[in-house]
């Protein structure tokens, strides 16, 4: 199986002089997601926790509603890549051929295999009312991530979304060279779990696009918490699905988009631990 973390050696200029040493880089990959032997889609991402990632997605655009409707998967490394094969239900084979695209997909790409406007800018699932959570719980999770990214802490070249609760803290954590790709992970790893994410928040260490709203409002998460800034798109779908979009996340606070009602002040500091999957 390929490793997600190269070391390569690199010529460093610095101060007016060079020198060489080594560096850890992550891996990039082409992952082709294929159901009953035809290709769905080929994405670029970092070659760890693949099964997790062929569930999410699969979880995530609709493809599958549940583990069940995949009879099998399996990881098949290739000269040039990763097929992650799976075989479907026949029912939600026969569904899947009426939008089956063959599409090559950027790294990170969060829209393959639709083929219109409408399909791209489709409504987000509306999410459950969910519980409330503190400013201090938001802040405590979102800084708990930096040391939990082994790949990132190596590389400082690739993004994570992870799952807080209150009982446990952070209770899973992917990373990946495309932020979709690492929340597909993360939902893929929490369907796995049976984990229920109407009972904690997402954490991504990326901007929030529409498409990361509408992959948490699949997972059914009511709060999102981001480090950067969201496009206008992504408040606006957000704000439809209920969900409570936080970002610009910092140690000193962050900025509440969407439905700030379940942001109070009053709750107790929970789930300080981190116990990651």
């Known amino acids: 199986m390929h490793d997600p973390v190269r070391t390569v050696q690199r010529k460093v200029w610095r101060d007016g002089s060079a020198s060489e040493s080594a560096r850890a880089i992550p891996e990039e990959t082409a992952l082709a997601l294929t159901y009953n032997g035809g290709t769905y889609a080929v994405m670029m ?8 990632f062929a569930i999410g997605f699969s979880l995530n655009e609709g493809i599958i509603q549940s583990l069940d409707d995949i009879d099998s998967l399996d990881v098949v490394p ?4 990763i097929e992650l094969r799976m ?24 829209i393959c295999g639709i083929d219109s406007i409408a399909e791209a800018v489709r409504p987000a699932a509306i999410v459950a009312p969910g519980g409330s959570f503190s400013p201090q719980q938001i802040t405590a999770a979102i800084q708990s991530i930096p040391p939990l990214q082994a790949i990132n802490v190596a590389t400082r070249a690739v993004h994570a979304a992870a799952f807080w609760t209150r009982a446990a803290g952070i209770v899973a954590l992917r990373e ?5 790709n690492a929340l597909d992970k993360l939902a893929g790893a929490l369907a796995q779990q049976k984990a229920a ?16 709203v509408q992959k948490t409002a699949a997972m059914g998460a009511p709060l999102m918490v981001a480090v950067s800034a969201p496009t206008a798109l992504a408040v606006r779908m957000a704000d439809a699905a209920g969900i409570t979009l936080a ?6 606070g962050f900025e509440v988009f969407t439905h700030p009602g ?11 631990a981190a116990h990651v999957a």
């Open 247 to 252: 970002a610009i996340a910092r140690a000193d």
């Open 87 to 110: 075989w479907l239900a026949q029912s939600r084979a026969d569904r899947l051929s009426e939008r089956r695209r063959h599409i090559a997909g950027p790294t990170g790409c969060g």
């Open 78 to 81: 290739l000269d040039d890549g």
């Open 197 to 212: 994410a109407g009972d904690g928040m997402v954490l991504l260490t990326s901007r929030v696009s529409v498409e990361m």
């Open 176 to 180: 990946d060279v495309g932020r979709h």
């Open 262 to 272: 379940r942001i109070t002040a009053e709750i107790a500091v929970q789930g300080a």
């Open 45 to 52: 991402g970092t070659p760890q926790d693949l099964e997790d």
